[in-house]
């Protein structure tokens, strides 16, 4: 049985709990969402934009109440919950002003079909089942509703269940913007109670962002239904400092980038590939900016690093750590919980990792970074490139043509040249490999849930 609940990662203590909805009600749900977008997928485009334009203003002028929820909850800094409020106010926006010209009919050449008149119109799935993590308990489940409701559709979320008052939330804020009753609904259930939403003729598709075991089962469902799907799922991501680098800002990057959402973010660098030449610099630069980080009350506008969103979660952390050291990998800081309560875990830098430890294959969602040495490019490459995983990825030159070599060659949905990964709605955001398929965010986005229906007309 799923505890659904509310507990507060720096204080141990659980806020509230809820119970999950039964399988009659379930049964309503789905039922008001295939209602609602019988007549929600013929609503004017300009109309949906005005409610998520609405649903843009309430983000930010709540973003403090807000981001307050969502460190209780789960655990990041409020700053850094206030800004991801903010940060999907602007996805809402950008999608309210641009779905209208990503939707547009793109025409196609009539003469060579034989028609009058050829086009695509891009027309809504249905209901869309989005199964959705706590890392960015706002941000994630945005990233699929701001363009996909604009398409047409419309959304039926299964959150994690350590984020209820945010999945409530996010219903509430869709209802609160004017969007018709039952386009966008919370469904609190448990992670078995997901195979009969899926397998539910009246739900046409699914997108999750989550673990690859969650992922594997989420599209083998979807697959017996013949249902698109959409995986995000975990990462390893490189990040290569190259000789020509300005190694004191890519030192800092590296560190933001590492401890960024307390480390529990599926695009935060994990493994750092420093070429020879400037390896003792980065490495003395990146351990420092390391340490320097704050570890504390998440609710403190001076902390870097919260806890980690769980206990199991610190114990991950911790088990793959001890993996290494046992097998001979050295701690260059951290590495130790520190006393009290709370999920805490310091940033921590590890040296001597190799295929052997865990640390190596698996991804570490917490602030754990393994630390490499190659000698040039190509090594760099093959090493940044000896994972499962192909989410984003890192590379620091200032030479065009490694730049090219990293673009070209990086096996990763994203590549960053003298930056780190971020999701952009203005830019597609999805992995290869293990981390997932499909894309979100941009036209993309958009169109990831839309039949491309092909009209000939004589
Ligand atoms: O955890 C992965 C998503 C992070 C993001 O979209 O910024």
């Known amino acids: 049985m799923t505890t659904?609940?509310?507990?507060?990662?720096?204080?141990?203590?659980?806020?509230?709990?809820?119970?999950?909805?039964?399988?009659?009600?379930?049964?309503?749900?789905?039922?008001?969402?295939?209602?609602?977008?019988?007549?929600?997928r013929l609503t004017p485009v300009g109309g949906r934009a005005a409610w998520m334009s609405a649903a843009a203003d309430i983000l930010d002028e709540e973003a403090d109440r807000i981001g307050a929820m969502v460190t209780a909850e789960m655990g990041k800094t409020f700053t850094a919950a206030r800004a991801e409020a903010r940060k999907c106010a602007h996805a809402c926006r950008y999608y309210a002003e641009h779905a209208e010209g990503f939707l547009a009919d793109r025409p196609a050449d009539a003469e060579a079909v034989g028609a009058s008149g050829a086009y695509v119109r891009y027309q809504p799935l249905g209901p869309v089942l989005a199964v959705m993590p706590w890392n960015f308990p706002l941000w994630q489940v945005i990233r699929f509703a701001a363009p996909g409701l604009m398409a047409g559709n419309v959304g039926l979320l299964k959150h994690a269940s350590n984020v209820p008052r945010t999945a409530l939330f996010l219903e509430d804020l869709f209802r609160r913007a004017g969007f018709p009753e039952g386009v966008f609904q919370t469904l609190l259930i448990g992670s078995r109670q997901v195979e009969r939403v899926l397998r539910d003729p009246r739900?046409?598709?699914?997108?999750?962002?989550?673990?690859?075991?969650?992922?594997?089962?989420?599209?083998?469902?979807?697959g017996d239904e013949v249902k698109p799907t959409v995986l995000e799922l975990g990462g390893s991501d490189p990040f290569v400092v190259m000789p020509s680098a300005d190694v004191a800002a890519a030192a800092e990057a590296a560190a933001t980038s590492r401890c960024l959402n307390n480390g529990q973010s599926c695009i935060s660098a994990k493994r750092f590939i420093a070429d020879i030449g400037v390896a003792d610099e980065f490495e003395r630069r990146f351990v420092e900016a390391m340490r320097d980080r704050t570890v504390g009350d998440p609710m403190d506008e001076g902390t870097d690093v919260g806890p980690l969103a769980s206990e199991q979660g610190r114990a991950d952390v911790e088990?793959?750590?001890?993996?290494?050291?046992?097998?001979?990998?050295?701690?260059?800081?951290?590495?130790?919980?520190?006393?009290?309560?709370?999920?805490?875990?310091?940033?921590?830098?590890?040296?001597?990792?190799t295929p052997e430890m865990r640390m190596f294959h698996e991804e570490v969602f917490g602030p754990v970074a393994s630390l490499f040495r190659v000698r040039g490019v190509s090594e760099a490459v093959e090493l940044a490139n000896a994972t499962g995983f192909g989410l984003g990825s890192n590379a620091w030159t200032r030479e065009p043509d490694?730049?090219?070599?990293?673009?070209?060659?990086?096996?990763?949905?994203?590549?960053?040249?003298?930056?780190?990964?971020?999701?952009?709605?203005?830019?597609?955001?999805?992995?290869?490999?293990?981390?997932?398929?499909?894309?979100?965010?941009?036209?993309?986005?958009?169109?990831?849930?839309?039949?491309?229906?092909?009209?000939?007309?004589?």
Request: aromatic share 10%; hydrophobic share 40%; charged share 20%.
């Open 319 to 353: 088990a793959l750590v001890a993996d290494a050291v046992g097998k001979g990998a050295t701690v260059l800081c951290g590495g130790e919980r520190p006393a009290g309560p709370g999920w805490f875990y310091p940033p921590t830098v590890i040296s001597g990792v």
């Open 203 to 222: 739900v046409r598709a699914a997108t999750l962002t989550g673990s690859e075991p969650a992922g594997r089962s989420v599209a083998a469902i979807a």
């Open 402 to 458: 490694e730049q090219e070599r990293f673009v070209r060659e990086l096996d990763a949905g994203q590549v960053f040249i003298n930056g780190m990964t971020t999701s952009y709605p203005e830019l597609p955001f999805g992995g290869v490999k293990r981390s997932g398929y499909g894309r979100e965010l941009s036209q993309e986005g958009v169109h990831a849930f839309c039949d491309a229906k092909s009209v000939w007309i004589k």
């Open 4 to 40: 659904i609940a509310t507990t507060n990662p720096a204080t141990e203590r659980v806020e509230q709990t809820f119970d999950a909805l039964s399988e009659d009600a379930v049964d309503r749900y789905v039922g008001r969402a295939a209602e609602a977008f019988a007549s929600y």
